[in-house]
């Protein structure tokens, strides 16, 4: 069965450091989402891509994120300077195309901030 | 205001008995909705998706729809401490529209 996949799947770093997480959606899913999700709380949309381009960023801390997704399949998603707050659970999935249809979750990415 | 609203639990139910779980939301444009279950730790895996008023039912699992009333609920009948877990709505209106999360129902099944 196909399935979305992201690494690292932990990682821990200190504040002020830069870092990184890819995420590889299912083959043929044209949609491609970056959650936030904190514990206790729902997931958080903090981009979302079409192809290659974005669709919705509105909830993206611009000045300390990036994202990007530049031949429209794998994604990675970019934290510089990490702060403490960031510390949260990363998700990525993927869809066919429309929000109305339902999206497949990766393993996720468990980000420390120390 | 959030735009899906969930009870954020815990719900503790008896093992073998129905588990209700509720959903509103504020956007009337919302035409897609889903449940997705999360363990503690892990990502959400989806259980259930409707579109349309009414009942949908896939084995243990039913989602009720009323868009008039603007809400969705999930009944789970003869619990198992399996489900135990997070259950997440989420809505989304239809093309390129906003995609919400609730923030989650925590369900506890004793034995």
């Known amino acids: 069965e196909a399935e979305v996949a992201q690494s690292p799947r932990y990682k821990i770093t200190e504040k002020s450091q830069a870092v990184a997480f890819w995420c590889d959606p299912i083959s043929g899913h044209a949609t491609l989402y970056w959650y936030r999700q904190i514990l206790g709380q729902g997931p958080e949309l903090l981009v979302q891509?079409?192809?290659?381009?974005?669709?919705?960023d509105s909830q993206l801390p611009k000045d300390r994120f990036s994202a990007e997704r530049l031949k429209g399949v794998d994604s990675t998603l970019k934290i510089q300077p990490a702060e403490l707050g960031d510390s949260a659970m990363y998700l990525c999935?993927?869809?066919?195309?429309?929000?109305?249809?339902?999206?497949?979750f990766g393993p996720g990415t468990r980000l420390l901030v120390l | 205001q959030k735009e899906v609203e969930q009870n954020s639990g815990p719900l503790s139910v008896p093992e073998g008995a129905i588990a209700s779980l509720n959903c509103t939301y504020s956007d009337r444009g919302s035409q897609s909705f889903f449940w997705y279950r999360q363990y503690s730790g892990k990502s959400p895996e989806l259980i259930m998706s409707?579109?349309?008023?009414g009942d949908k039912e896939d084995g243990r699992f039913t989602a009720q729809l009323n868009k008039a009333s603007q809400y969705v609920s999930l009944l789970i009948r003869d619990s198992q401490p399996s489900d135990s877990a997070t259950y997440l709505c989420a809505g989304g209106t239809d093309s390129w529209g906003k995609f919400q999360f609730g923030a989650g129902t925590q369900v506890v099944v004793t034995p």
């Open positions: 409707i579109y349309s008023n």
């Open positions: 891509f079409q192809d290659e381009s974005v669709v919705d």
């Open positions: 999935a993927s869809s066919l195309g429309r929000v109305s249809e339902t999206q497949y």
